[in-house]
């Protein structure tokens, strides 16, 4: 997987992990659950193009992402099809696996050089008994996370692909000249030649 733990563990502003002030943002946590992220969570570094998981892989933690893009894909018939795009102040994961012994089913793959906190699924479980806040910010990270899903399955519904591409703007703007477009063609279901001749449509008008 080609992936390394960073060799110091919280170089940050305040001593503390980066999914501290984000999930601060949503709820706030009690010292000793700060504590207990902090001695729990840990850096990670995984380079473009690299599988953070794949297909058959164990999905024991998720991701923060501090720095970079995570797409999620799955392969058919020797195809990758690009299924979601994430940037930073986003959690990741194989989230289908989770309460059940199944396998990872899909590539996780970085975009770009990222910068990721690596979260234990085991130590969320714990949390959630230890800390009542967390279930709080769980439940929130759940729907927001339950809307990106909503989001994902009305485009893909969306027959015309102006209005993908349009609704995609609208969605993950910073995204357009920030990653190669055959990721976002992908994700919208049409081909590369598709979405160019759409962008060089709405460019002109």
């Given amino acids: 997987m080609n992936k390394r733990h960073n060799p110091a563990k919280w170089q940050t502003e305040?001593?503390?992990?980066?999914?501290i002030n984000y999930f601060s943002s949503i709820g706030q946590l009690s010292d000793a659950a700060v504590r207990d992220f902090d001695e729990h969570t840990f850096p990670l570094f995984i380079e473009k193009r690299k599988l953070l998981l794949k297909p058959g892989s164990i999905a024991d933690h998720f991701y923060f992402i501090v720095k970079g893009v995570i797409q999620g894909c799955i392969k058919d018939e020797g195809k990758f099809?690009?299924?979601?795009?994430n940037e930073e102040n986003e959690i990741v994961g194989s989230i289908r696996t989770?309460?059940?012994n199944d396998l990872c089913r899909e590539y996780l793959q970085a975009l770009e050089d990222c910068e990721l906190v690596a979260i234990p699924?085991?130590?969320t479980e714990t949390a959630f008994d230890k800390y009542p806040e967390t279930n709080i910010i769980a439940r929130r990270l759940w729907e927001h996370n339950y809307r990106g899903a909503e989001d994902r399955a009305f485009i893909c519904r969306i027959s015309s692909a102006e209005k993908k591409y349009?609704?995609?703007l609208e969605k993950q703007p910073n995204l357009i000249n920030r990653i190669s477009l055959k990721y976002i063609a992908s994700y919208l279901g049409m081909t590369l030649e598709t979405l160019s001749r759409v962008r060089r449509r709405q460019n002109k008008g």
């Fill in 121 to 123: 699924v085991a130590f």
């Fill in 98 to 100: 989770l309460g059940t």
């Fill in 81 to 85: 099809i690009t299924t979601w795009i």
């Fill in 166 to 168: 349009k609704y995609f």
């Fill in 14 to 19: 305040d001593g503390h992990s980066p999914v």
